[in-house]
């Protein structure tokens, strides 16, 4: 996995790339990977879940075409989440802590 970008919030790049070998073959040079997902920062917006409302780091992460986004708080589990595609979609947001 590698980290790149600037302007995150702290402990969360920017952008992010994650990738796979695919296919069950090992990979000899972990510097010479191709990108199969992109972990973006869109923005910061206020959002309101049932554990409450809070200002949130927006991300995207797009893979095989299927898009979700993500917003995270420091120091917070993950607040909320969607994804989908024609298929179906997904949601899930954070009802509570401790």
Request: proline share 4%; aromatic share 8%.
């Amino acid at each position: 996995m590698r980290f790149e970008g600037a302007q995150a919030m702290q402990g969360m790049p920017a952008e992010m790339d994650c990738s796979s070998t695919g296919g069950g073959k090992t990979q000899g040079d972990p510097n010479q990977i191709g990108s199969d997902v992109k972990f973006v920062k869109v923005g910061t917006e206020v959002v309101t879940v049932p554990a409450g409302t809070f200002t949130a780091d927006k991300y995207t992460a797009t893979y095989q075409g299927v898009t979700g986004t993500y917003w995270f708080v420091n120091g917070k589990p993950l607040i909320r989440m969607t994804s989908g595609d024609a298929s179906g979609s997904m949601n899930m947001e954070l009802n509570g802590m401790g």
